[in-house]
């Protein structure tokens, strides 16, 4: 098993240009979210799924777009990168949203220059 | 509303001292508590949760309704537990609080 698997590690972009974080899991697992992590922010809620074809939004939404088209993939997308958007991003799954707890990937840091 | 607070950004105790990590919440439904850990420049990891009332790694949490809090405790701390810790609340989705980086020195 390869869990949960982020692409890519690292990324560099301009203000203005968009991309699409990867996350992909094989656990088959009904529940993925997507964090950042900022210092002294702790862990943020971006937007988050409890299954293909439905996702909601957390707690620092904006500037981000999801979508979850299988049960495997739940890309992150940022359609005009700004400055603010930069930190570490983690993707998260779990067969249970409450008992088992979350697998997280390694990460994505990314900046915006 | 889903919250949960931890008063401390950093701790700093040494080896063989007692360690006592705060976590505060607040949810209206059935709260289900957990403790992450992330070691350096590695990915988060669960180390426990309230339901299954386990010591891992010598830590231990006890779910308390009635101060809503679920402190993480250790009774000797040990050089490698040096890392960031996340307390988090699953009710309709997984929110952390603000983490508490651990330091223990020699």
């Known amino acids: 098993n390869a869990g949960v698997t982020q692409t890519p590690k690292f990324q560099v972009l301009k203000t203005g240009q968009s991309m699409t974080l990867q996350c992909a899991q094989d656990?088959?697992?009904?529940?993925m979210s997507w964090y950042r992590q900022d210092p002294g922010m702790g862990l943020r809620l971006i937007h988050y799924s409890v299954g293909a074809g439905i996702t909601d939004q957390g707690e620092v939404p904006n500037g981000y777009n999801v979508s979850r088209s299988t049960t495997e993939d739940f890309p992150l997308r940022l359609l005009s990168a700004a400055p603010s958007q930069t930190s570490v991003y983690f993707c998260?799954?779990?067969?249970?949203?409450?008992?088992?707890?979350?697998?997280f990937g390694s990460g994505t840091r990314l900046t915006v220059v | 509303a889903q919250r949960v607070t931890q008063p401390e950004k950093l701790l700093s105790v040494f080896k063989g001292a007692p360690v006592e990590l705060k976590c505060n919440y607040s949810?209206?439904?059935?709260?289900?508590l957990f403790w992450y850990v992330q070691y350096s420049r590695q990915r988060l990891q669960l180390l426990l949760r309230h339901i299954s009332r386990e010591s891992i790694k010598g830590f231990t949490a006890d779910l308390n309704k009635g101060e809503t809090s679920f402190h993480l405790k250790k009774p000797f701390a040990q050089e490698e537990d040096s890392a960031m810790y996340y307390c988090a609340l699953s009710g309709e989705k997984l929110v952390f609080g603000q983490g508490t980086r651990l330091t223990i020195n020699p």
């Open positions: 998260a799954s779990s067969y249970s949203n409450r008992v088992v707890g979350y697998t």
């Open positions: 949810y209206s439904g059935s709260p289900e």
């Open positions: 656990m088959n697992h009904e529940y």
